[in-house]
């Protein structure tokens, strides 16, 4: 039991749950609104699409790699589909919205995944460079503009309540829509591949040592094309679950977010160098950058001051990790010491 308890608190992840705990405490003693059920509802409602693109991105990072095209492929994605179900006249439901926009996500996660994997070239001067592509084709092939009428299906599904809390002191009603099921599928769905997998097992044998990876078995190549695939797919379903949520598509809206999602993955103990870190550590991470966005409102704070109080949050948790690697490496240099 000894073990077990220290091994708990030996992970990254039980700091990020107390510091979200303690963060929450000190919200509900300033303004008494943060235990709330529309409370929790906006908070779970505003981690869907960051979840999304922080699952998407966990995976390029235990690669080894990184990702910083999501965005723009997120965006392009989104835009292309809606735009032809709306010149289709399209009044089915939400389904061939995702499945055309995941399809296109397959085909730009290809690329990245060509150029990343079988031309083994630098994963971020890559994915940068295809990030200003994606935009530049949106923006100019397209000549995307803000779409502030969506097909019906999709602005359904954005407005269906799955879950609704509505607050006694102020009578707000906060709803949390059916697009919080994809994120539980994804999240899911990648807590099974990663772990009982040979293909997930393979992208945290690449991310720890490439060349070890490939003696024991892996085709790396092969497993990096497919991994930005699925990244491709995650990032564009993302996508569509933002312009349901906000009834419209903006090209632009979602552009620049990747900082702060790799920022929230790192928090959580995901490892840059890659082969380390879990889902649940990505998660709590990514949740963590959330809540200190949305709890300035409840603590009175600026708005403006935002950035400011996720970068303190950034450092001090990128601090913790990288203190909580630097004592697992110790541990493992004393038990081998004591070995020999």
Not at 83 to 109: E, H, P, S, T, W
Not at 116 to 139: E, P, W
């Amino acid at each position: 039991m000894n073990k077990k308890l220290k091994s708990t608190f030996k992970s990254n992840e039980i700091y990020i749950f107390l510091i979200i705990i303690a963060l929450g405490i000190l919200v509900q003693i300033r303004s008494g609104q943060f235990f709330t059920g529309n409370n929790m509802v906006d908070l779970l409602s505003a981690m869907i699409v960051p979840g999304m693109f922080a699952v998407a991105e966990f995976l390029a990072i235990i690669a080894g790699g990184i990702d910083v095209s999501f965005p723009a492929l997120a965006s392009l994605s989104a835009y292309a589909s809606t735009r032809i179900l709306l010149d289709q006249n399209y009044g089915g439901n939400v389904v061939l919205a995702f499945v055309i926009a995941m399809a296109i996500g397959v085909l730009l996660g290809a690329v990245n995944g060509f150029l990343i994997g079988y031309l083994n070239l630098n994963a971020m001067i890559v994915t940068l460079g295809t990030s200003s592509v994606f935009q530049g084709f949106m923006q100019g092939a397209l000549r995307a503009k803000q779409l502030s009428v969506i097909p019906a299906g999709m602005k359904e599904f954005g407005t269906n309540s799955f879950i609704t809390a509505t607050n006694k002191t102020n009578n707000l009603t906060s709803i949390l829509p059916y697009t919080f099921i994809i994120l539980l599928i994804v999240c899911a769905a990648m807590f099974l591949i990663l772990r009982y997998t040979i293909f997930g097992r393979g992208i945290y044998a690449i991310g720890g040592n490439p060349v070890s990876a490939h003696t024991v078995g892996f085709n790396v190549k092969r497993t990096k094309f497919f991994m930005y695939i699925i990244i491709g797919m995650i990032a564009a379903a993302g996508g569509i679950c933002r312009v349901c949520m906000m009834q419209q598509m903006h090209p632009t809206n979602m552009l620049g977010m990747e900082m702060n999602i790799i920022a929230g993955v790192v928090l959580g103990g995901v490892a840059l160098t890659g082969g380390a870190g879990t889902l649940i550590g990505c998660i709590l991470g990514t949740f963590l950058i959330i809540l200190v966005q949305n709890s300035m409102i409840l603590l009175g704070v600026p708005t403006t001051w935002s950035n400011v109080f996720v970068g303190i949050v950034i450092v001090v948790g990128v601090a913790l990790s990288a203190y909580q690697s630097i004592r697992t490496e110790k541990a493992k240099s004393k038990m081998v010491k004591e070995a020999a």
